[in-house]
């Protein structure tokens, strides 16, 4: 079965500074990998995805996440972070053999001024 | 994409009621699913929701307790059944197509008093 690792479940970065949420994840098949933002008293919204293709995938917001299949990561980033930016943060994987998708324990994203 | 809105957004219930929560999406899609949230953690899944047959749920999770309907491509209900203040969560429902990519709604916010 697969399943998801988030690596910190409280990052604090300056304003400006680069944002790094780690994720590992184990799948004995090509994973379908995701990140979904959830914002103070909101739903979680999709940021990015990787199906197959190119193994960088950018997404909404500046985000972007690199699939390395052997190190088994999808590790998401963004140059320079926006005070908007903090929000709880959620690593995915879909389990095919379930049909359904298993989440990380999610990262909390603070941005100091 | 599919945009997914639920009702009610948050209740407060006395223990030993019931709550239904309705989920409804704009397209048909494939799979639904619904998860809780407790404060400060991450997803748990409750339930995937068949169209037309019943649901299949995961292990802690009990059809008397969640019982959950699907009568269409678009449209499902959560009830909480016999309320109690442990089930005080976020309640989110999604929905997707078999790309494996979830949606979600904004949740529901329910407190058991």
């Known amino acids: 079965a697969q399943s998801v690792t988030q690596l910190g479940s409280h990052v604090s970065v300056s304003e400006g500074a680069l944002v790094l949420l780690r994720c590992n994840y184990s799948?004995?098949?090509?994973?379908?990998l995701f990140w979904y933002v959830q914002y103070p008293n909101q739903g979680l919204q999709l940021l990015l995805k990787?199906?197959?293709?190119?193994?960088l995938v950018k997404g909404i917001n500046g985000f972007e996440a690199e699939f390395k299949k052997s190190e088994t990561s999808f590790h998401l980033t963004k140059p320079s972070a926006h005070m908007s930016d903090a929000a709880e943060y959620f690593c995915?994987?879909?389990?095919?053999?379930?049909?359904?998708?298993?989440f990380g324990s999610g990262t909390r994203l603070s941005i100091r001024p | 994409s599919a945009v997914i809105s639920q009702k009610p957004s948050r209740d407060i219930c006395q223990r030993g009621t019931s709550l239904t929560i309705q989920c409804q999406v704009d397209s048909q899609v494939t799979m639904m699913f619904w998860y809780r949230q407790q404060p400060g953690q991450s997803l748990t899944l409750i339930a995937t929701a068949n169209q037309g047959s019943e649901a299949t749920y995961e292990s802690g999770f009990v059809i008397d307790k969640f019982p959950i309907s699907r009568p269409n491509l678009t449209f499902s209900t959560l009830t909480v059944s016999n309320m109690s203040p442990e089930d005080s969560s976020i309640y989110l429902c999604?929905?997707?197509?078999?790309?494996?990519?979830?949606?979600f709604g904004p949740g529901t916010r329910l407190t058991v008093l």
């Open positions: 990787y199906t197959t293709g190119a193994t």
């Open positions: 999604s929905g997707g197509g078999l790309s494996n990519t979830q949606y």
């Open positions: 995915a994987v879909f389990d095919s053999s379930a049909s359904k998708i298993i």
């Open positions: 799948s004995s098949v090509p994973p379908y």
